[in-house]
């Protein structure tokens, strides 16, 4: 199966689809100069991937009768350089709240090996800290984790499990 995937097929359907969008395309005499088992497997693959529109009928002799496809918008933004609006639109923003900021910060002071005296002024100082001062901490901490590259590198790949 992965001999009849192709990715320039794929890349040419798109392109030809991006092309004529929002119009569908006629199978018949599109994509002629290819085999037609691998046209269908090229396409069921990008329907499948909701890069392409297209309806399916199975006939009862194991035959398929194909629709005329068309570009989705996620196919579309797939050919963009830039990942168009679904690049835009997938943004994840992250939201830690100034007390679970906090929190890391206490546990992290517990697990050090310093003497308990400046351990309790430390966490006295963690909890006093307005939200604001909360925030330059952790985004201080966060570009001096980041700036330690190898050993950022390193857990940052054994987080997502490289």
Known sequence: MAELLSRGLQRQIL?????????????SGAWDDVDRNTLIVNLRYLTEHHMVDMQWLALQNGEMKLGAP??????????QDDGGLSAILGVVTVKLHDDSIKA???????????????????????????????????????????????LAL????KLIGL
């Open 104 to 150: 890391l910060l206490i546990a992290r002071v517990n697990s050090t090996d310093a003497e308990e005296g400046v351990k309790d002024q430390l966490k006295d100082a963690i909890r006093s800290l307005p939200a604001e001062a909360t925030k330059s901490v952790a985004m201080r901490l966060l570009e001096y984790g980041v700036s330690q590259s190898p």
């Open 70 to 79: 068309c570009i989705t918008a996620r196919g579309l933004d797939f050919l």
């Open 154 to 157: 390193a857990a940052f790949q």
């Open 15 to 27: 392109t030809d689809l991006a092309g004529v969008y929002p119009k569908r395309v006629n199978i």
